[in-house]
T-cell receptor
């Protein structure tokens, strides 16, 4: 079956660092995405990992371990505007045209002053 | 350059009515996706086009739902005989061939009374 797990809610303080974990069990794996979604808005792309290791992009970094079925999103120097839902999604397509993403339920992050 | 656009942004309809939504992808993107999202959930895949061909359709999509992309550019999603359970945010995303990232439009929020 398909399963993507991430914590429902997290709270952090402005200026701090927070790590949001995602574990997945899918029939195939062809990449993992992190998206940010503010309330009432569409998801916006943050990062994409297909190989093991850490991808850094400014204040945001994403890590992948394919053998463990595990990823995390690291947010540094938190700002109030980072309060949002963070969605983990896996492309399980084995080949060719399967582009469907399987999504987690999202982690709602609240950044407090 | 504009991003993905969707029209209308909001739709209120009575149960049993038909509704149609439109999505205009980023101009050079040949892949187009429809998702549905309800409060507190991640996006749920509905269907996917490559150019004008509908390559995948979710089994969750009942026969009341149909999507088209007749010229490989904009797409429409029609829901016939709407039910209250159809109330959700309908998201459209597009991506470029040989690139994995999907870019989302602002969504159409549907409320069925």
């Amino acid at each position: 079956g398909q399963n993507i797990d991430q914590p429902t809610e997290m709270t952090a303080t402005e200026g701090a660092i927070v790590q949001i974990n995602c574990t997945y069990q899918t029939s195939g794996f062809n990449g993992l995405f992190w998206y940010q979604q503010h309330a009432g808005e569409a998801p916006t792309f943050l990062s994409y990992n297909v190989l093991d290791g850490l991808e850094e992009k400014g204040r945001f970094s994403s890590f992948l371990s394919r053998s463990k079925g595990y990823s995390y999103l690291l947010l540094k120097e938190l700002q109030m505007k980072d309060s949002a839902s963070y969605l983990c999604a896996v492309r399980e397509g084995r080949a060719g045209n399967n582009r469907k993403l399987i999504w987690g339920l999202g982690t709602s992050l609240a950044v407090n002053p | 350059d504009t991003g993905v656009s969707q029209d209308p942004r909001h739709k209120i309809t009575k149960r049993g009515q038909n509704v149609t939504f439109r999505c205009d992808p980023i101009s050079e993107h040949n892949r187009l996706y429809w998702y549905r999202q309800t409060l507190g959930q991640g996006p749920e895949f509905l269907t996917y086009f490559q150019n004008e061909a509908q390559l995948e359709k979710s089994r969750l999509l009942s026969d009341r739902f149909s999507a088209e992309r007749p010229k490989g550019s904009f797409s429409t999603l029609e829901i016939q005989r709407t039910e209250q359970g159809d109330s959700a945010m309908y998201l459209c995303a597009s991506s470029q061939e040989n690139q994995e990232t999907q870019y989302f439009g602002p969504g159409t929020r549907l409320l069925v009374l």
